[in-house]
């Protein structure tokens, strides 16, 4: 495995050193942090310095609830934020749909369309606002696209309108600024820290509802993952991301599709360095996948929680691609150490897949 070419890090990334450290300290701590005794203060103490890194890290000035992940951070949000509406965008993330629905009182919460750019219809948002108070919850980084919503912008008329974002932030987390949201949902396996922990950042916690439980200042049940949360804030302060850099590549790798016939999505929408969609028309996503694949080159046709399924991406249905071009399609996505040698590598034998199709289609 040493010698294949991983591009699949906007499903997880390896975990940094730094990271990697932290949680070893972490493990020292065994005790739960609520508990009233030595031990469970040293715990909590370790727990409430990952929990300062974090806000740090990302110049947050208000509350961290502690989670499983970003998926469980939108679902907290979406079936307990205290206004009644709730309204999403039409290319979000799996769990956003199921998380909205849940807390919706009719049992069904509204779509806002997106344009063709995949940018979000803002006639059919102010429509919305002009119901009432509402939750919408909105990417500010397309898992699938990398397209990037002006969500400081949208902010504001959503704050004007009484209403609350909520804003998915996996992907954008440590990469670009975080936007001015009410809600924002992170993970820390997307950036160099472990599987399975992850947070919610909410600017003011009288606009949700607690649980009940007894941890996390009562908005989240069960005993807090101490390791993973110091070696989640450790993976946020390394900032490991080099975004020229990130640009450079994905500027090559465009270039060097589109020069043997693929297509790039969302070519003209404002877009995450580290995500590049791209399309061979007319070929099928699961063939691109193994073919790749034996060649030893890890990519995805996707979202990881969906692309094992025999089904067309939501995202570009929300974005009216052609079936052709959508059949096709493929998300490449860089870590820390992706390198120019590997972009190479995946364009000569990408470039070898095009044209055994082309042939084969001419044939």
Sequence with gaps: MTNRIYFD?????PVIAASRDAFARGMTAW??????????????????EARETIKQALDWRHDVIFTSGASESVEIVGRRALVEGRAYGASEHAIVPFAMDSGSKSGRAQ?????????????????????????VALQQVNNETGIVQDLD?????????GSLLLADCAQGASKIP?????????????????????????RDLGTLDPCGGG???????????????????????????????????RVALEAGVKAVGATVIGDHAPRVPT????????ATSASLLVQLDLAGIAVSAGSACASGKAKASHVLSAMAVPDEVAAGFLRLSFGPDTSAAEVDSFLAEFGRIAARFTKSKAA
């Design 153 to 161: 912008r949208l902010a504001g008329k959503i704050r004007a309108a």
């Design 31 to 48: 005790s739960n942090p609520n508990s009233p005794h030595a031990e469970g203060r040293a715990a909590r103490a370790l727990l409430e």
């Design 275 to 282: 995500i590049g969609a791209i399309s061979l028309p007319g």
């Design 215 to 249: 941890q996390e200042k009562g908005y989240r049940r069960g005993t807090q993952d101490v390791p993973g949360a110091l070696a989640f804030a450790a993976a946020l302060a390394a900032k490991p991301y080099d975004m020229a850099r990130m640009a450079s590549l």
């Design 9 to 13: 890090h906007a499903a997880t990334t």
């Design 111 to 135: 779509v806002i369309p997106v344009e063709a750019d995949g940018l979000i219809d803002e006639a059919a948002l102010d429509a919305v606002l002009a119901q009432g108070p509402t939750l």
């Design 178 to 202: 975080l936007p001015d949201a009410d809600f924002i949902a992170i993970c820390a396996h997307k950036l160099g820290g472990p599987p399975g922990i992850g947070a919610l950042l909410v």
